[in-house]
């Protein structure tokens, strides 16, 4: 699990924001995505939430 990603704002949607960090878009569902001011650095905490199906493990 990812704990927290950082990196800078380069987009907004409804309910995400797009943060990159290295080359890589990270699409993080956030609350109040307006409230986030483009091209600016942060720190964003995360958890995962499951809803049915998604705790598959896979053994090979």
Not at 14 to 32: F, T, V
Not at 46 to 60: A, D, E, I, K, P
């Amino acid at each position: 699990m990812i704990a927290y990603i950082s990196g800078t704002v380069v987009n907004r949607t409804e309910d995400a924001i797009i943060i990159d960090n290295q080359g890589i878009g990270y699409y993080i569902y956030y609350g109040r995505p307006e409230t986030v001011a483009l091209d600016t650095q942060m720190i964003v905490h995360t958890y995962q939430r499951c809803t049915r199906g998604c705790n598959h493990s896979f053994w090979l």
